[in-house]
Nanobody, 114 residues
Framework: VQLQASGGGLVQAGGSLTLSCSAPQTIFSNADMGWYRQTPGNQRELVALITGNGRTNYTNAVKGRFTISRDNAKNTVWLQMNSLKAEDTAVYYC?????????WGKGTLVTVSS
């Protein structure tokens, strides 16, 4: 099972990007969805999380700039990223966390030029 993530790219500092990730309905409907990011030599870190009923959580570094949302009818989760900074440069991954297991998508590279 593969989650499909897209939306990465190159953007100038202060700009915006929106990442999206879709999953099979059988997984999405039972999952908390999260966005993670990883830079070379560092561990993957949680960026934002949204539960099945819409409760959200963000790492402090992105609060007020990033917004996670989901549409359960479309089996899709988005990460709206505004006011991007050079330090947001990373490979971003989406994750579906169910009671049984976690599912990861392939990463999408976000590069923010200063």
């Amino acid at each position: 099972v593969q989650l499909q993530a897209s939306g990465g790219g190159l953007v100038q500092a202060g700009g915006s990007l929106t990442l999206s990730c879709s999953a099979p309905q059988t997984i999405f409907s039972n999952a908390d969805m999260g966005w993670y990011r990883q830079t070379p030599g560092n561990q993957r870190e949680l960026v934002a999380l949204i539960t099945g009923n819409g409760r959200t959580n963000y790492t402090n570094a992105v609060k007020g700039r990033f917004t996670i949302s989901r549409d359960n009818a479309k089996n899709t989760v988005w990460l709206q990223m505004n006011s991007l900074k050079a330090e947001d440069t990373a490979v971003y991954y989406c994750k579906a966390a169910t009671f049984i297991r976690n599912y990861w998508g392939k990463g999408t590279l976000v590069t923010v030029s200063s």
